[in-house]
């Protein structure tokens, strides 16, 4: 065993991902229905180097942690592949149907869409992969950029943690845009 997962603690794991999510979905203040993004490094998490040290326990740690948060709320959750599928997302067929997101065919594997993608396929009850999707919020946990399934405008959060295992966390919300000029008006609650 490696020295990064002998210090990899899934039941810590597991708690800072519940947390994680807990605090960016009272930040968001995303519905039920909405779609909650999370790219996430498994050899981050375990002291690796991102795509190098892929670990099914620590995505299945992160999952433990996130899922039954989401599911309580009736959010999606979303699962970003590695750039060996292209970022693709893993979702629920329903969600997919229900915005209008075309499947491809691929199947994720922890060494070809990465352990995160490959648990959440098997975890969900008709998962789907799909190129691209507009999520509400999400968290990006070891690097893995998923701004580009977040829509515009993605606005940073701050939480009481910034690390998943050894992995940096970073999070957002997402918000209407402004447009208009000097006379325009805006809801308080958005600014």
Known sequence: MSD?????????????ARTAVTE?????GLEKGDVFVIGCSSSEIVG???GKNSSMEAAA?????VLPELKARGIY?????????????VIEQEAARRYGWEPVCAVPQPHAGGSWATACWRAFEHPVLVEEI???????IGGTLIGMHLRRV??????????I???SILCARTRPKYIGGARAVYEEAEQ
């Open 4 to 16: 990064e997962k002998k210090n990899f603690d899934p039941a810590a794991v597991t708690e800072q």
């Open 24 to 28: 960016l979905l009272d930040a968001a």
């Open 48 to 50: 690796g180097h991102i």
């Open 61 to 65: 740690a992160v999952l433990a942690g």
């Open 77 to 89: 959750l979303a699962a970003q592949c590695c750039e060996h599928l292209n970022r693709a997302i």
């Open 134 to 140: 507009r999520a509400g919020a999400g968290i990006d």
């Open 154 to 163: 993605a606005v940073p959060v701050r939480l009481s943690i910034n690390h």
């Open 165 to 167: 295992g050894q992995a």
